[in-house]
């Protein structure tokens, strides 16, 4: 539990996106009233914490198109910094948000992205609050607004930029926000897909997902496309997954999963066989991993367990009704999955081939995020709060 106590959640779903945690003392089961602080955010946001050592980022925005970073004391909750830009009031999905795309932190620097139909703007801050560089990569034409969430890897900002119109991937340099490379893309409907990093014979590839490109494999050093699965049938929303040394993606439309592929990663162009699901898959949250075993929380609270060894990946070990709706992603905490429900009601069950429900527990907030793990607490982000519960036992404090 001591390295669970100091690690950081330096991006969406923590380290690499997995959304794994060691944490032990975290209830299965909790009232409102056990959580060490509860703060009012000022605006509205579907992003998730990310944390490092003690300090938190998280964003917001208000109607009037403001977008907040604010940083917050990671014990206590209390402001440390915070600073605003101003954009178009553009128009939004019903389950978008101004401040829907999670920050990246690498330890020096905190990186944010905004947009409008204009703007893609990536700003860079200190940890304590000046803003270091940003920049503008141009208009963002979509459906349904902007949520692109950036990750950082080997001094070098990623940001996908996959829209309904010409796309690229395109990578920052950390310290000036200069252009180290950008690869363009093929493009059909914006993607919504945080990339992560895989290691394929001993290299790192960057893996990008896409409607138009399905899963691709990019050589960090250079964005050139090494290999990709090919075109996905529909909106990609959900991140790629790393199982059982095989790629997952999903795909849907109209609130539903529809399409899962599988793929080894290559050192080339070329792919092995692909493997294939239709049925129960999530469209906006993000499948969770636990050794072999996929767990796949869909919108509409089923939730499936698939065993990602076995040739047909449409049979389920188990496949349960938890109840609820859901956009944010699920996470892993000491052997259990922490799901926020669009209600506002947290869902914990068991990541294992035994299906155990331990119910739910209040939020107080309606929620589109995931859940952030760091210090020994767990932070939940609501619509315009943001929620501490501390596990038991837990050394640190303030």
């Given at each position: 539990?001591?390295?669970?106590?100091?690690?950081?959640?330096?991006?969406?779903?923590?380290?690499?996106?997995v959304?794994?945690?060691?944490?032990?003392?975290?209830?299965?089961?909790?009232?409102?009233?056990?959580?060490?602080?509860?703060?009012?955010?000022?605006?509205?946001?579907?992003?998730?914490?990310?944390?490092?050592?003690?300090?938190?980022?998280?964003t917001?925005?208000?109607?009037?198109?403001?977008?907040?970073?604010?940083?917050?004391?990671?014990?206590?909750?209390?402001?440390?910094?915070?600073?605003?830009?101003?954009?178009?009031?553009?128009h939004?999905?019903?389950?978008?948000?101004?401040?829907?795309?999670?920050?990246?932190?690498?330890g020096?620097?905190?990186?944010?992205?905004?947009?409008?139909?204009?703007?893609?703007?990536?700003?860079?801050?200190?940890?304590s609050?000046?803003?270091?560089?940003?920049?503008?990569?141009?208009?963002?034409?979509?459906?349904?607004?902007?949520?692109?969430?950036?990750?950082?890897?080997?001094?070098?900002?990623?940001?996908?930029?996959?829209?309904?119109?010409?796309?690229?991937?395109?990578?920052?340099?950390?310290?000036?926000?200069?252009?180290?490379?950008?690869?363009?893309?093929?493009?059909?409907?914006?993607?919504?897909?945080?990339?992560?990093?895989?290691?394929?014979?001993?290299?790192?590839?960057?893996?990008?997902?896409?409607?138009?490109?399905?899963?691709?494999?990019?050589?960090?050093?250079?964005?050139?496309?090494?290999?990709?699965?090919?075109?996905?049938?529909?909106?990609?929303?959900?991140?790629?997954?790393?199982?059982?040394?095989?790629?997952?993606?999903?795909?849907?439309?109209?609130?539903?999963?529809?399409?899962?592929?599988?793929?080894?990663?290559?050192?080339?162009?070329?792919?092995?066989?692909?493997?294939?699901?239709?049925?129960?898959?999530?469209?906006?949250?993000?499948?969770?991993?636990?050794?072999?075993?996929?767990?796949?929380?869909?919108?509409?609270?089923?939730?499936?367990?698939?065993?990602?060894?076995?040739?047909?990946?449409?049979?389920?070990?188990?496949?349960?009704?938890?109840?609820?709706?859901?956009?944010?992603?699920?996470v892993?905490?000491?052997?259990?999955?922490?799901?926020?429900?669009?209600?506002?009601?947290?869902?914990?069950?068991?990541?294992?081939?035994?299906?155990?429900?331990?119910?739910?527990?209040?939020?107080g907030d309606?929620?589109?995020?995931?859940?952030?793990?760091?210090?020994?607490?767990?932070?939940f982000?609501?619509?315009?709060?943001?929620?501490?519960?501390?596990?038991?036992?837990?050394?640190?404090?303030?």
């Amino acid at each position: 539990a001591s390295s669970a106590l100091a690690e950081n959640w330096p991006r969406f779903r923590g380290e690499n996106g997995v959304g794994h945690s060691d944490l032990q003392g975290v209830p299965t089961n909790w009232t409102k009233d056990d959580y060490e602080w509860v703060l009012e955010l000022p605006g509205k946001g579907h992003s998730c914490p990310v944390v490092w050592g003690k300090q938190l980022f998280v964003t917001c925005g208000k109607e009037d198109g403001t977008r907040t970073t604010l940083c917050l004391d990671a014990i206590t909750g209390k402001t440390i910094w915070q600073d605003s830009i101003q954009l178009e009031a553009s128009h939004l999905h019903k389950k978008n948000s101004y401040a829907s795309g999670t920050p990246c932190v690498d330890g020096e620097r905190v990186y944010v992205t905004f947009g409008d139909d204009q703007h893609y703007t990536i700003l860079a801050y200190s940890l304590s609050g000046e803003r270091l560089w940003s920049k503008d990569l141009g208009a963002f034409t979509s459906q349904h607004g902007f949520g692109i969430s950036p990750i950082v890897h080997n001094g070098k900002v990623i940001l996908p930029d996959d829209q309904m119109g010409p796309s690229k991937v395109e990578a920052l340099d950390v310290k000036t926000g200069n252009s180290v490379w950008s690869h363009e893309r093929k493009f059909r409907r914006t993607s919504y897909a945080t990339p992560l990093i895989a290691q394929v014979d001993g290299k790192d590839q960057i893996v990008c997902l896409s409607g138009a490109v399905g899963l691709a494999g990019l050589d960090p050093e250079t964005g050139n496309e090494i290999w990709s699965s090919g075109e996905m049938p529909m909106r990609t929303v959900g991140s790629p997954v790393m199982v059982a040394g095989k790629l997952v993606a999903t795909c849907g439309s109209g609130g539903r999963g529809k399409y899962l592929v599988a793929v080894e990663p290559a050192a080339t162009s070329e792919l092995g066989e692909h493997q294939e699901r239709t049925q129960n898959l999530p469209y906006v949250p993000t499948p969770i991993a636990n050794g072999n075993y996929l767990y796949l929380w869909c919108d509409d609270g089923i939730v499936c367990c698939v065993d990602m060894t076995q040739p047909d990946l449409t049979k389920n070990v188990w496949r349960e009704r938890v109840g609820g709706n859901y956009s944010g992603s699920p996470v892993l905490i000491n052997g259990k999955i922490y799901c926020i429900s669009e209600e506002g009601e947290i869902a914990v069950i068991d990541a294992s081939p035994t299906f155990k429900d331990y119910g739910k527990s209040p939020l107080g907030d309606q929620s589109y995020a995931t859940p952030a793990v760091a210090n020994g607490r767990v932070y939940f982000r609501g619509f315009n709060t943001l929620a501490c519960l501390k596990a038991h036992g837990s050394a640190l404090s303030e």
